[in-house]
Every structure is written in structure tokens, then in C-alpha cells.
């Protein structure tokens, strides 16, 4: 995971936590709902930036294999 990823995901974290309190968010589910739809907003964002998410990164056969050794 670059910085870049880690930076995306304290935005994505800091915030839903505004979001949450700002509307006052009680329920798992609502909190979860909304969790989902700043992680999608800031997703967005990277990819109009014209970068891909760090999950969609295409690995080698040799990585592959290697990623699947460590399960």
C-alpha cells in the first residue's frame, strides 16, 4: 500500500467521521451506508484524477503466486 492509498483512506475515515456527527448518525446501518458512500465519493475523485485505486493494480504471475503463499 503507497501513500498515496494510505492518505486516501485517512480522507475516507476523517471524513465519514464528520459526516456522522454532522447528521447526527445513530445506526449501524446508516453509519455503514454512509461509510460506503464517502469511500465511493473519494474512489471517484482518484479516479478523475486519473489514477487507479491500488486494488485494481495488475500483478505478475511470479507476485501472484507469491500474495497467494501468504493466505
Do not use: C, P, W
Amino acid at each position: 500500500m503507497g501513500s498515496d492509498e494510505l492518505i486516501a483512506n485517512l480522507f475516507r475515515i476523517s471524513q465519514t467521521e464528520q459526516k456522522l456527527k454532522k447528521d447526527n448518525i445513530q445506526t449501524e446501518k446508516e453509519a455503514n451506508k454512509t461509510h460506503y458512500n464517502i469511500g465511493k465519493i473519494v474512489r471517484n475523485a482518484i479516479k478523475e484524477a486519473g489514477r487507479n485505486y491500488a486494488r485494481r493494480f495488475a500483478y505478475t504471475t511470479k507476485e501472484f503466486k507469491t500474495i497467494r503463499k501468504r493466505k
